[in-house]
């Protein structure tokens, strides 16, 4: 697994969590509904920090939070 695949898993992980759509989450946390629907479908090559950053704060929850999932426990193909 790629590291933007275990990206793309706690997108929608914390989408589930909060019962909101990915369009929800982009007014949410101010990120366009391209970006996150892309990361989160794994369309995108790669997702910037920043944009991981926007959606940390959105959601107020830390950079540490948001890694704290099993997807990245997973080995990663970096």
Known sequence: MYLKDAVAIRIQELCSERSITIHELSLLVNVS?????NAATRKTTAIR????ECVCDGLDISIAEFFHSDCFSQQLDL
Not at 33 to 37: A, E, Q, V
Not at 49 to 52: A, E, L, Q, S, Y
């Open 33 to 37: 509904y391209s970006t996150l629907y």
């Open 49 to 52: 920090m920043h944009t991981i």
